[in-house]
């Protein structure tokens, strides 16, 4: 049988309202700008072009 892994948000979690999956919508932390959980997170894109 597969095991089922389950997965704990950080304690800092704040769920989008009205969202069946919901990403987090920051406590104005340190953290939450590099936090992939964080609805405003953009990854640093490697391949951006400079203009």
């Not at 104005?28 to 951006?48: F, I, S």
Request: charge should be negative; proline fraction near 16%.
């Amino acid at each position: 049988m597969k095991e089922t892994k389950t997965y704990d948000p950080p304690e800092c979690f704040t769920p989008e309202p009205d969202n069946p999956y919901p990403l987090c919508i920051g406590k104005d932390m340190k953290r939450c700008k590099k936090c992939q959980l964080w609805t405003e997170w953009e990854p640093e894109d490697p391949y951006v072009v400079n203009a």
